[in-house]
T-cell receptor, first 115, second 112 residues
Framework: NAGVTQTPKFQVLKTGQSMTLQCAQD?????MSWYRQDPGMGLRLIHY???????DQGEVPNGYNVSRSTTEDFPLRLLSAAPSQTSVYFC??????????????FGNGTRLTVT | GDSVTQMEGPVTLSEEAFLTINCTYT??????LFWYVQYPGEGLQLLLK?????DKGSNKGFEATYRKETTSFHLEKGSVQVSDSAVYFC???????????FGTGTRLQVTL
């Protein structure tokens, strides 16, 4: 059981480049989300999805796009990378979005550096 | 808005020492409270949780009690091990769709 798989593990981009961070889960979870982790700031929610075809913004959505065409996949797109997007990105999923009864399962993260 | 405040780290302890990591929160409504742990190079894992006042969450020797009167959820362990070295995050959730609010994390380093 792979759980939540994120690729790539590391990525370096130049300012203005675009890229997609991949996230896939094999637990048939309805809810998926993206967080970024920055020193001294904990984790902040970027976007989330409560099911295929449904996405919504979190706390820090600017500069990021998402889509959810299948239950399994929830890619995060950076259209024009900026140094402020240098961070560690985590994808998470849960069965139904009820954080108490179905806790979040996290991937191992993608470390992104924008120069 | 909702917020979680954790004690600054790093916390450095000798093996078998007693651990306390403080966590206080501000929230509207009645939040569920969580502790997540992040081992080096990995994603976060749920450590324990509590949903209402005076509930005690426990797992792997760690405990935390939901204190509504002091809006706190301090993490404790009676005897830490080197393998407990990690970053610990306190978090709360007052809404749906797992929109957790995380604290800044506290790094714990346990030495022999």
């Amino acid at each position: 059981n792979a759980g939540v798989t994120q690729t790539p593990k590391f990525q370096v981009l130049k300012t203005g480049q675009s890229m997609t961070l991949q996230c896939a889960q094999d637990m048939n979870h309805e809810y998926m989300s993206w967080y970024r982790q920055d020193p001294g700031m904990g984790l902040r929610l970027i976007h989330y999805s409560v099911g295929a075809g449904i996405t919504d913004q979190g706390e820090v959505p600017n500069g990021y796009n998402v889509s959810r065409s299948t239950t399994e996949d929830f890619p995060l797109r950076l259209l024009s990378a900026a140094p402020s997007q240098t961070s560690v990105y985590f994808c998470a999923s849960s069965r139904d979005g009820n954080s108490y009864n179905s806790p979040l399962h996290f991937g191992n993260g993608t470390r992104l550096t924008v120069t | 808005g909702d917020s979680v405040t954790q004690m600054e780290g790093p916390v450095t302890l000798s093996e078998e020492a007693f651990l306390t990591i403080n966590c206080t929160y501000t929230a509207t409504g009645y939040p569920s409270l969580f502790w997540y742990v992040q081992y080096p190079g990995e994603g976060l894992q749920l450590l324990l949780k509590a949903t209402k006042a005076d509930d005690k969450g426990s797992n792997k020797g760690f405990e935390a009690t939901y204190r509504k009167e002091t809006t706190s959820f301090h993490l404790e362990k009676g005897s830490v091990q080197v393998s407990d070295s990690a970053v610990y995050f306190c978090a709360l959730d007052t809404g749906t769709a797992s929109k957790l609010t995380f604290g800044t994390g506290t790094r714990l380093q346990v030495t022999l």
